[in-house]
């Protein structure tokens, strides 16, 4: 049976989602280049989650584009990101354990991605980026809490440190602990023209810290 993509204009770039398996992604400035890369995106999961002891059922050829989904702005320079017709369903309570599994996979991957780096490292900008890995700690940070506020389960500012490091691991802690509150939402959300899901939150967090992971280990590579 073929497998679906989806794929979203995001910042100047295509992102190409496979959303029976959530974090799975391909990105490139080109919506067809993006599409082509999902086969061996599929293909890096499948042993991402093999080697961190998840089990996932395979997919299997051919993958079928189902949508396709530019930005937008909504107003103010608001831009809206996709919202795909997989983000709409509920979490099964099923699903549950695996969606945790993959987020403290991802967590701890992220950790490795800089376990190598002095605390000096950390906080210095390091090229091509030109930013440090504490900021995109502190961007990952606030982006997460910004997609979990969404349906109202941000953790508390107060509760937060100043130390990036600590701050997303403050928040890994909370989002666990309120994965299943999160599932039990059955409706979405539309708030500033942007439609937003217990699904869509858990992809879209997926998504971004694994994207961050590759962004470190590239950047480790410059030190």
Do not use: N
């Not at 391909?26 to 599929?42: C, F, L, M, N």
């Not at 490795?112 to 700690?137: F, K, N, V």
């Not at 539309?190 to 590759?214: H, N, P, V, Y």
């Amino acid at each position: 049976m073929p497998y679906i993509v989806c794929v979203e204009e995001r910042e100047g770039r295509w992102i190409a989602h496979v959303p029976d398996l959530p974090g799975c992604f391909a990105s490139h400035q080109q919506r067809e280049r993006a599409v082509q890369a999902i086969p061996h995106a599929v293909e890096m999961y499948v042993a991402w989650c093999r080697d961190s002891s998840i089990h996932i059922s395979g997919l299997t050829d051919p993958m079928i584009v189902a949508e396709v989904i530019r930005e937008w702005e909504f107003e103010d320079g608001q831009t809206v990101h996709a919202f795909f017709a997989s983000d709409r369903p509920s979490v099964l309570a099923d699903e549950l354990p695996q969606y945790q599994s993959l987020l403290k996979a991802a967590h701890t991957d992220l950790f490795h991605s800089m376990e190598q780096l002095s605390q000096d490292d950390i906080y210095r900008p390091i090229p091509p980026e030109e930013w440090s890995i504490a900021a995109g700690l502190e961007d990952l940070a606030e982006q997460e809490q910004w997609y979990w506020d969404r349906l109202g389960f941000a953790a508390s500012p107060a509760t937060l440190p100043q130390d990036p490091i600590t701050k997303i691991e403050v928040i890994r802690e909370h989002q666990l602990h309120s994965l299943q509150l999160l599932a039990a939402r059955k409706s979405v959300v539309t708030m500033a023209g942007e439609t937003w899901s217990a699904r869509k939150i858990l992809r879209t967090t997926l998504w971004k810290e694994r994207e961050l992971t590759q962004t470190f280990s590239q950047m480790v590579r410059h030190t």
